[in-house]
């Protein structure tokens, strides 16, 4: 059996055969402009709006796993109603060129580079115990394309990620 890709892997889980599964193409001219009673919103609990905690190499991307007790972020409003969302991780998905590398697709384009912000329904006070709920977990992720100046914070991002190039650390 051959297994070339995300559209494969219902072949060796079936459970990825499903209709809320990854990758997604995006078809650019079939976006509607979505209106909520209320904006999706990302607050933050300290004064700068940032989050720390540790990289690791989980053996699929990158991943910043959050250290609450230095500052985290919620998410609620938008398509999330007024459920509240705490913020996990984001881990980073990319290729060997700057043509692609993102695990979605806008009207069959990729990126070069999409990180996904990963948030947990508080109601299950844990990420453990939302991760195998139908609404335990929420995924925002935003696309980056290659610019003409190097962003700062990208490339503090980068130098991190030579650290972890082994799977576990």
């Excluded at 209320?38 to 004064?47: A, G, K, Q, R």
Aim: net charge negative.
């Amino acid at each position: 059996m051959a297994v070339t890709g995300p559209a494969d892997w219902y072949k060796i889980a079936p459970q990825c055969a499903g209709l809320a599964q990854s990758p997604i193409d995006l078809n650019r001219y079939e976006l509607k402009n979505n209106i909520w009673d209320v904006n999706l919103t990302i607050d933050f609990d300290n004064e700068g709006g940032l989050v720390a905690g540790t990289f690791s190499n989980n053996g699929h991307s990158p991943t910043l796993g959050i250290d609450k007790s230095l500052g985290s972020a919620t998410l609620s409003g938008g398509p999330v109603g007024d459920t509240v969302y705490q913020l996990e991780q984001l881990h980073f998905h990319f290729g060997c060129s700057s043509f692609q590398g993102s695990e979605h697709t806008v009207s069959g384009s990729s990126y070069p580079v999409e990180v996904h912000f990963v948030f947990y329904n508080t109601s299950y006070l844990d990420f453990m115990k939302a991760a195998d709920k139908p609404d335990g977990l929420t995924v925002v992720g935003a696309f980056f394309d290659l610019g003409a100046k190097p962003n700062g914070i990208l490339g503090r991002l980068q130098s991190k990620f030579e650290m972890i190039i082994q799977e576990g650390i």
